[in-house]
């Protein structure tokens, strides 16, 4: 049988009808949606994109390592945006007011002269936490990170319900944040000694608000002698430049705190009195974690071995140097 549709006969095989496609279509309206930033219509705004182009240029002949991720951040920074939404701001078109241009023109001048970013930005990322970082404070870095799991990878390991974990030469607070928010049973301490960074690191353990940690002022070579024994995992990024040697980049030659950086002749005296320490504070089975220089691993393997340690081993970093040497008491 036949089946009727508008003009068209369409023959029914047991299958259902499709209209012919010659019927006229409605008619299709069209939307377009114009996106406008609010930044446009200041007096004295600058296109954005013109502006970030502008900065990386800038930086680029600086001589900033990356100079996208250090212009996207610094406009961030200004904008009270994340880098992500720099980018979308990018993407829909912006501009940058009057003010807010002579803002990132005094930090783009800074950056220029190859001061921290995360001095002008007053934050460090690490990990999951933000961190507030600033002269006197070595700022931490991404490689450490992986230093750092190896500690949390352990304590996660041990049975023993509130694990003692310390962090020997604590810095901005960094390690032992991480520790103590990514493995909550665990007891951290963080010691510091330096008086121009204990301030930051008074203020991270603050803003973190971790109740598992506490902070000590003390000497890594004596603090926490009620401590003997118990701890299942001591850490440490140490001072390990060699005084002679002169680090490459000017954020870190000049900004990071010498005290931060210049291990002795040989970039190990601190290690020396961290294999001692270290052995007096973890119980038997307890992980000792050194940060150091790619060159260091057979050098600190002989102080350790020297010093009775078991198991000695090394770990690299994502570029396949090595980083960290860990062993076990």
């Known amino acids: 049988m036949g089946v009727v ?3 068209d006969r369409v023959r029914w095989r047991g299958r259902v009808p499709r209209p012919s496609l010659r019927r006229r279509l409605p008619p299709v309206t069209c939307v377009t949606f114009h996106f406008v930033d609010e ?3 200041q007096a004295g705004g600058r296109d954005l994109r013109v502006v970030r182009d502008e900065t990386v240029g800038r930086l680029a002949a600086a001589g900033v390592p990356d100079p996208e991720v250090d212009a996207e951040l610094l406009i961030g920074h200004v904008l009270g945006l994340s880098r992500g939404g720099v980018q979308a701001r990018l993407v ?16 783009v001048r800074r950056r220029e002269r190859r001061e921290p970013l995360q001095h002008l930005t007053g934050r460090a990322a690490f990990r999951s936490l933000d961190l507030a970082v600033g002269p006197g404070v070595f700022v931490p870095r991404p490689e450490t990170e992986q230093v750092a799991q190896l500690a949390i990878d352990a304590l996660r390991a041990t049975a023993e319900p509130e694990p003692i974990a310390i962090d020997l030469g604590s810095g901005s607070g960094a390690i ?4 103590a928010t990514e493995v909550p049973h665990a007891r951290v301490w963080a010691v510091e000694n330096s008086p121009a960074a204990f301030p930051w690191t008074r203020r991270n353990v603050e803003e973190v608000g971790a109740p598992n940690l506490e902070l000590v002022f003390g000497d890594l070579a004596t603090a926490l002698a009620e401590l003997d024994g118990r701890a299942a995992v001591v850490i440490s990024n140490p001072p390990y430049v060699p005084a002679g040697e002169l680090p490459r980049d000017p954020e870190v030659r000049l900004h990071d705190p010498d005290a931060a950086l210049y291990g002795g002749a040989d970039g190990l005296d601190v290690v020396r009195v961290l294999s001692t320490r270290a052995a007096e504070l973890l119980h038997p089975g307890g992980l000792l974690v050194i940060e150091h220089a790619e060159t260091q691993s057979a050098p600190i393997a002989a102080i350790l071995a020297a010093d009775g340690w078991r198991a000695i081993a090394h770990h690299r970093d994502l570029t396949s140097r090595d980083r960290a040497t860990t062993a076990l008491r």
Request: charged share 15%; proline share 0%; aromatic share 0%.
């Open 39 to 41: 930044g446009t219509i």
């Open 5 to 7: 549709i508008g003009d």
């Open 92 to 107: 829909v078109g912006g501009a940058l007011g009057e003010a807010d241009a002579a803002t990132l023109e005094s930090l």
């Open 176 to 179: 032992a944040l991480a520790m």
